[in-house]
T-cell receptor, first 115, second 115 residues
Framework: AQKVTQAQTEISVVEKEDVTLDCVYE???????LFWYKQPPSGELVFLIR??????QNEISGRYSWNFQKSTSSFNFTITASQVVDSAVYFC????????????FGTGTSLTVIP | GAGVSQSPSNKVTEKGKDVELRCDPI?????LYWYRQSLGQGLEFLIY????????KSGLPSDRFSAERTGGSVSTLTIQRTQQEDSAVYLC?????????????FGPGTRLTVL
């Protein structure tokens, strides 16, 4: 079965705090990709990052970083020094080679950054 | 270049009426997806088109829902005899090719309200 779990439904942090959004996945595919999307209050989903199943290197982009660990089937997303503009719903998604190009989205984590 | 566009942006209809929602994918993208997002909820997969292949309709919630994609480009999602529970934001996404690594690009959505 293909499944993405984002156990954190809502998170609130004070501006400048660090926050980590959890994503746990299940898949039988040996080749798969994981994605993070941001959905700001305006509503349009924006692609943030893609990671393939063979690359466990962590990635950093500005205040954003991603920690991919196959051993725990997790692909967590950390925002450092959060800002009000980071307030959004964040979705983790999975796409596997053997799953017919289906995307499996988690239920999302709503992040509120309080000024 | 132009992104995914959807029209109308908002649609208010009366229960029992039919509605048509339109999606213009990014030029050259062969894959097209429809999702439904109810208020505060995650993404519910509806249907997927890939090139000239038969669409994956496994997510359509009832036979009142149908979709077509003409000429491998524009897609129309039709909801017949709308019900109040159909009220949601309908999102369209397109994707380049069949590669599992390709991310989806989302449109701004159509907010459907059934009175």
């Amino acid at each position: 079965a293909q499944k993405v779990t984002q156990a954190q439904t809502e998170i609130s942090v004070v501006e400048k705090e660090d926050v980590t959004l959890d994503c746990v996945y299940e898949t039988r595919d040996t080749t798969y990709y994981l994605f993070w999307y941001k959905q700001p209050p305006s509503g349009e989903l924006v692609f943030l990052i893609r990671r393939n199943s063979f690359d466990e290197q962590n990635e950093i982009s500005g205040r954003y970083s991603w920690n991919f660990q196959k051993s725990t089937s997790s692909f967590n997303f950390t925002i450092t020094a959060s800002q009000v503009v980071d307030s959004a719903v964040y979705f983790c998604a999975l796409s596997g080679r053997d799953t017919g190009n289906q995307f499996y989205f988690g239920t999302g984590t709503s992040l509120t950054v309080i000024p | 270049g132009a992104g995914v566009s959807q029209s109308p942006s908002n649609k208010v209809t009366e229960k029992g009426k039919d509605v048509e929602l339109r999606c213009d994918p990014i030029s050259g993208h062969t894959a097209l997806y429809w999702y439904r997002q109810s208020l505060g909820q995650g993404l519910e997969f509806l249907i997927y088109f890939q090139g000239n292949s038969a669409p994956d309709k496994s997510g359509l919630p009832s036979d009142r829902f149908s979709a077509e994609r003409t000429g491998g480009s524009v897609s129309t999602l039709t909801i017949q005899r709308t019900q109040q529970e159909d009220s949601a934001v309908y999102l369209c996404a397109s994707r380049l090719g069949q590669g599992v690594f390709n991310e989806q690009f989302f449109g701004p959505g159509t907010r459907l309200t059934v009175l």
